[in-house]
């Protein structure tokens, strides 16, 4: 116990539980930023190789016409990849949200197993300011998500998604 009379190590458990809640939220709203990201890729890049394709059998068909407006709208879809780079925002994305995941294990496992390790209360802050220094590194690093990433992620949650089965029955 504190000087105050409270328990040190239920304030780490109740600030492990948030640096939590902020991974789980923030690694789910990268996820679905990295999903749109990915299909706009998809939208983008699969119409530019199949009407390349298209233009050039055009072209050798004497479809001048046709295979340059299809030439053109490849070049517009080129354009759009080359300056959205949706593949590389996805995988940011991605590898964001695989990082904080990670640091919601490392803090579960933490709260759930190896505080009631740790020697003192020394130690267990300690531990949690690593996890808070890692929480804040990511936040300061990883692409920003849009709002609509968040409330999708927040619906997804408050819906279970992000809950381990064993989790389900607990308080």
């Known amino acids: 116990m504190s000087e105050t009379g409270e328990d040190p190590f239920e304030k780490i458990r109740t600030e492990i539980l948030r640096i939590e809640e902020d991974c789980i939220h923030s690694g789910k709203a990268?996820?679905?930023a990295g999903e749109r990201w990915t299909a706009l890729n998809s939208w983008l890049g699969v119409p530019s190789v199949i009407l390349?394709?298209?233009a050039g059998t055009a072209f050798f068909k004497?479809?001048?016409t046709v295979a340059g407006g299809m030439s053109a709208i490849v070049a517009i879809l080129t354009s759009l990849m080359t300056f959205l780079k949706p593949s590389e925002r996805g995988a940011a994305h991605k590898s964001a949200g695989d990082q904080y995941l990670t640091l919601r294990n490392d803090a579960r496992i933490f709260r759930e197993i190896e505080i009631d390790q740790?020697?003192?209360a020394s130690a267990a802050i300690a531990?949690?300011?690593?996890?808070t220094?890692?929480?804040n590194e990511l936040n300061q690093a990883s692409p920003q998500f849009s709002n609509r990433d968040f409330q999708k992620a927040k619906k997804g949650i408050d819906a279970g998604e992000a809950t381990h089965v064993v989790d389900k029955d607990k308080p």
Not at 127 to 131: C, D, E, I, P
Request: aromatic residues 16%; hydrophobic residues 40%; glycine residues 4%.
């Open 30 to 32: 990268h996820f679905n």
């Open 118 to 120: 740790a020697g003192d």
């Open 52 to 54: 390349s394709a298209l």
């Open 62 to 64: 004497d479809y001048a």
């Open 133 to 135: 220094k890692r929480r």
């Open 127 to 131: 531990t949690l300011a690593t996890f």
